[in-house]
């Protein structure tokens, strides 16, 4: 069984900084894949990144970029320069244990002080 | 901007109405997806198609039916639903049942 855990309900940070957050996952199958989306208050589920377990580096896309430590079996994802934008839910999902559907974390909400 | 589209945005039924929601692709996938999402809650998946064929149905009440006519299009008809059901209705696609789906807007739901 696979499992996506989000120990961090609640997050604050001020505009134009940095912020982590947290996501650590249990599989025992050595193939798998994690994803974050963010979920504004409108409701729409946005694709943000992707790690492959085989992945050598780091996955980035623009202001994203995904801090992946296998051993630890740790995902973390990183908002660099956080705009007022960036308030939201923020999902990780991981695909894996021969199943193709991802599971979801419980999610982390963050809010962006200007 | 998503290539994900599903209508309505809103919907507010009676138990016994029969109503259906709508989704529509434009991107090519071949795997598409119902999530049925509470609030401050993760989404719960509910049915998947790969290649226009139901390839997973999570134990749905059969008050909820999926269909799927073409490769772009996903409709989940709705009929005799009960209060606990109100929520939010996502529909999602991916290139293949493995890949980073790319999720709609929604269709907020009230089952008076």
């Known amino acids: 069984a696979q499992k996506i855990t989000q120990t961090q309900p609640g997050m604050f940070v001020q505009e134009k900084e940095a912020v982590t957050l947290d996501c650590t996952y249990d599989?025992?199958?050595?193939?798998?894949?994690l994803f974050w989306y963010k979920q504004p208050s409108s409701g729409e589920m946005i694709f943000l990144i992707y790690?492959?377990?085989?992945?050598?580096q780091n996955a980035t896309e623009g202001r994203y970029s995904l801090n992946f430590q296998k051993a630890r079996k740790s995902a973390n994802l990183v908002i660099s320069a956080s705009q007022l934008g960036d308030s939201a839910m923020y999902f990780c999902a991981m695909r894996g244990g021969g199943s193709y559907i991802p599971t979801f974390g419980r999610g982390t909400s963050l809010i962006v002080h200007p | 901007d998503t290539e994900v589209t599903q209508t309505p945005k809103h919907l507010v039924m009676g138990m016994t109405n029969k109503k259906s929601l709508k989704c529509e692709q434009h991107m090519g996938h071949r795997a598409m997806y119902w999530y049925k999402q509470k609030a401050k809650k993760p989404p719960e998946l509910m049915f998947v198609?790969?290649?226009?064929?139901?390839?997973i149905n999570e134990s749905v009440p059969s008050r909820f039916s999926p269909e799927c006519p073409n490769s772009s299009l996903l409709n989940l008809h709705l009929h005799a639903l009960q209060p606990e059901d109100s929520a939010l209705y996502l529909c999602a696609s991916s290139q293949e049942l493995a890949g980073a789906q790319y999720f709609g807007p929604g269709t907020r739901l009230l089952v008076l």
């Open positions: 790690q492959g377990s085989y992945d050598q």
């Open positions: 599989t025992s199958d050595p193939s798998y894949g």
């Open positions: 198609y790969s290649y226009e064929k139901l390839s």
